[in-house]
Protein backbone atom coordinates (compact mmCIF):
# COMPACT_ATOMS: atom_id res chain seq x y z
CA UNK A 1 0.00 0.00 0.00
CA UNK A 2 3.09 2.48 1.00
CA UNK A 3 4.43 1.85 -2.23
CA UNK A 4 1.19 2.55 -4.51
CA UNK A 5 0.54 5.90 -2.70
CA UNK A 6 4.34 6.69 -3.23
CA UNK A 7 4.48 7.30 0.65
CA UNK A 8 8.25 7.09 1.48
CA UNK A 9 8.33 8.37 5.64
CA UNK A 10 6.07 5.84 6.94
CA UNK A 11 7.25 3.13 8.00
CA UNK A 12 11.07 4.10 7.55
CA UNK A 13 13.35 5.01 10.42
CA UNK A 14 12.55 8.96 10.81
CA UNK A 15 15.63 11.65 9.98
CA UNK A 16 14.61 14.75 11.08
CA UNK A 17 15.78 17.95 9.16
CA UNK A 18 17.40 20.70 10.72
CA UNK A 19 15.60 23.37 8.82
CA UNK A 20 12.09 24.29 7.29
CA UNK A 21 11.50 21.18 4.91
CA UNK A 22 8.39 21.23 2.85
CA UNK A 23 9.55 18.76 0.19
CA UNK A 24 8.83 15.80 3.22
CA UNK A 25 4.98 16.49 3.10
CA UNK A 26 3.70 13.91 1.39
CA UNK A 27 0.03 13.28 0.27
CA UNK A 28 -2.40 9.82 0.07
CA UNK A 29 -5.47 9.42 -2.02
CA UNK A 30 -8.69 10.38 -0.05
CA UNK A 31 -11.01 7.22 -0.70
CA UNK A 32 -14.09 9.53 0.21
CA UNK A 33 -14.16 13.02 -2.09
CA UNK A 34 -17.54 13.54 -2.59
CA UNK A 35 -18.01 13.76 1.68
CA UNK A 36 -17.44 17.01 3.37
CA UNK A 37 -16.21 15.05 6.83
CA UNK A 38 -13.20 17.46 8.64
CA UNK A 39 -9.73 16.17 9.88
CA UNK A 40 -8.07 17.59 12.76
CA UNK A 41 -4.28 17.40 13.74
CA UNK A 42 -3.02 18.75 16.80
CA UNK A 43 0.23 19.38 17.08
CA UNK A 44 1.36 20.52 20.79
CA UNK A 45 4.58 20.61 20.54
CA UNK A 46 5.93 23.02 17.69
CA UNK A 47 8.66 25.02 18.17
CA UNK A 48 10.48 27.52 15.81
CA UNK A 49 13.09 30.38 16.66
CA UNK A 50 12.09 33.95 16.81
CA UNK A 51 14.02 35.57 13.70
CA UNK A 52 15.09 38.58 15.41
CA UNK A 53 16.70 36.97 19.17
CA UNK A 54 16.92 33.18 17.77
CA UNK A 55 14.74 32.63 20.59
CA UNK A 56 12.55 29.58 20.70
CA UNK A 57 8.74 30.32 20.66
CA UNK A 58 6.40 27.31 21.88
CA UNK A 59 2.92 26.54 20.71
CA UNK A 60 0.61 23.81 19.72
CA UNK A 61 -0.42 24.04 16.66
CA UNK A 62 -4.22 22.90 15.05
CA UNK A 63 -4.44 22.25 11.43
CA UNK A 64 -8.35 21.44 10.95
CA UNK A 65 -9.32 20.77 6.80
CA UNK A 66 -12.21 19.34 4.51
CA UNK A 67 -9.93 16.92 2.48
CA UNK A 68 -10.61 17.32 -1.39
CA UNK A 69 -9.09 14.48 -3.88
CA UNK A 70 -5.49 14.31 -1.34
CA UNK A 71 -5.08 13.93 2.21
CA UNK A 72 -1.71 14.93 3.87
CA UNK A 73 0.46 11.52 5.26
CA UNK A 74 0.81 12.19 9.62
CA UNK A 75 4.23 11.07 9.94
CA UNK A 76 5.03 13.53 6.62
CA UNK A 77 3.42 16.47 8.35
CA UNK A 78 5.26 16.05 11.90
CA UNK A 79 8.52 15.65 10.38
CA UNK A 80 7.39 18.99 8.22
CA UNK A 81 6.30 20.95 11.47
CA UNK A 82 9.38 19.57 13.53
CA UNK A 83 11.51 20.86 10.67
CA UNK A 84 10.63 24.50 11.89
CA UNK A 85 12.36 23.85 14.73
CA UNK A 86 15.57 26.13 13.95
CA UNK A 87 13.38 28.34 11.43
CA UNK A 88 13.21 31.99 12.55
CA UNK A 89 9.86 33.40 11.43
CA UNK A 90 7.64 35.11 13.23
CA UNK A 91 4.25 33.13 14.24
CA UNK A 92 2.09 34.58 12.36
CA UNK A 93 4.27 33.69 9.47
CA UNK A 94 4.60 30.29 10.16
CA UNK A 95 0.71 29.58 10.82
CA UNK A 96 0.46 31.15 6.86
CA UNK A 97 3.64 29.07 5.70
CA UNK A 98 1.80 25.97 7.12
CA UNK A 99 -1.45 26.92 5.51
CA UNK A 100 0.01 27.88 2.18
CA UNK A 101 2.12 24.61 2.09
CA UNK A 102 -0.79 22.40 2.72
CA UNK A 103 -2.83 24.31 0.40
CA UNK A 104 -0.22 23.83 -2.24
CA UNK A 105 0.26 19.94 -1.44
CA UNK A 106 -2.98 18.73 -1.05
CA UNK A 107 -5.58 21.63 -2.64
CA UNK A 108 -7.96 20.60 -0.04
CA UNK A 109 -11.68 22.33 -0.38
CA UNK A 110 -11.13 24.03 3.20
CA UNK A 111 -8.61 24.74 5.75
CA UNK A 112 -7.45 26.58 9.02
CA UNK A 113 -4.90 26.76 11.01
CA UNK A 114 -4.50 28.24 14.34
CA UNK A 115 -1.10 28.57 16.27
CA UNK A 116 -1.54 28.88 19.96
CA UNK A 117 1.67 29.97 21.38
CA UNK A 118 2.95 30.48 24.84
CA UNK A 119 3.21 33.71 26.13
CA UNK A 120 6.38 35.42 25.42
CA UNK A 121 7.22 39.37 27.40
CA UNK A 122 3.73 38.22 28.92
CA UNK A 123 1.59 38.62 25.90
CA UNK A 124 0.39 35.13 23.89
CA UNK A 125 -0.20 35.59 20.26
CA UNK A 126 -2.96 33.05 18.47
CA UNK A 127 -2.58 33.89 14.57
CA UNK A 128 -5.59 32.72 12.48
CA UNK A 129 -5.32 31.82 8.85
CA UNK A 130 -7.67 30.14 6.93
CA UNK A 131 -8.11 29.31 2.61
CA UNK A 132 -11.71 28.28 0.75
CA UNK A 133 -11.32 26.87 -2.66
CA UNK A 134 -12.32 29.22 -5.09
CA UNK A 135 -15.28 29.71 -6.78
CA UNK A 136 -16.98 27.18 -4.29
CA UNK A 137 -18.96 27.00 -1.21
CA UNK A 138 -16.09 26.58 0.46
CA UNK A 139 -14.79 30.07 -0.63
CA UNK A 140 -17.50 31.58 0.96
CA UNK A 141 -17.10 29.42 3.80
CA UNK A 142 -13.83 30.53 4.61
CA UNK A 143 -14.94 33.84 4.44
CA UNK A 144 -17.47 33.61 7.11
CA UNK A 145 -15.36 31.66 9.44
CA UNK A 146 -12.83 34.36 9.30
CA UNK A 147 -15.27 37.34 9.59
CA UNK A 148 -16.86 35.53 13.11
CA UNK A 149 -13.36 34.17 14.36
CA UNK A 150 -13.30 34.43 17.74
CA UNK A 151 -10.01 35.80 19.29
CA UNK A 152 -9.80 34.32 22.58
CA UNK A 153 -9.75 30.44 21.98
CA UNK A 154 -11.47 28.06 24.21
Not at 27 to 33: A, L, Q
Not at 60 to 78: A, F
Not at 108 to 134: C, D, H, L, M, Q
Amino acid sequence: MREQENLNALGRKTEYLSDYAPEVLETFVNKHPDNDYWVQFNCPEFTSLCPITGQPDFAEIRIMYLPGERMVESKSLKLYLFSFRNHGDFHEDCVNVIMKDLVRLMAPKYIEVVGIFTPRGGISIYPYANYGRPGTKYEAMAEQRLLAHEAVLR
